[in-house]
Nanobody
Framework: QVQLVESGGGLVQAGGSLRLSCAAS????????MGWFRQAPGKERSLIAA????????YYADSLKGRFTISRNNAENTVSLQVNSLKPEDTAVYYC???????????????????WGQGTQVTVSS
């Protein structure tokens, strides 16, 4: 059974940092493009960052560049998201997903059969 399990969320003050992790079981991620997404209340789920299977290629949503860093450890079957300078508008449920399909714009779209984690809540207080 394939599972993606996110962790590391919580309540943090504005300006703080968090490191989110996504641990995969039931599949080996070293051939998968993977991504982090988030969904705020009343909004659609949106891509934060994506990372290629080797870790070399990375993509970030334009509005989030500079504060978010995606990384992966294929040996440990994990993908992480470092989030700095948190703002109240970053409050959302954060999800990891794999695999991501590739197009001319890069590998940023979840495959129709993509696996999703249950999400981890990040709440930023002002």
């Amino acid at each position: 059974q394939v599972q993606l399990v996110e962790s590391g969320g919580g309540l943090v003050q504005a300006g703080g940092s968090l490191r989110l992790s996504c641990a995969a079981s039931g599949l080996t991620i070293d051939t998968y493009n993977m991504g982090w997404f988030r969904q705020a209340p009343g909004k659609e789920r949106s891509l934060i960052a994506a990372i290629g299977w080797s870790g070399i290629s990375r993509y970030y949503a334009d509005s989030l560049k500079g504060r978010f860093t995606i990384s992966r450890n294929n040996a440990e079957n994990t993908v992480s998201l470092q989030v700095n300078s948190l703002k109240p508008e970053d409050t959302a449920v954060y999800y990891c997903a794999a695999p991501l399909d590739c197009s001319g714009d890069g590998c940023t779209t979840p495959a129709p059969s993509a696996y999703w984690g249950q999400g981890t809540q990040v709440t930023v207080s002002s």
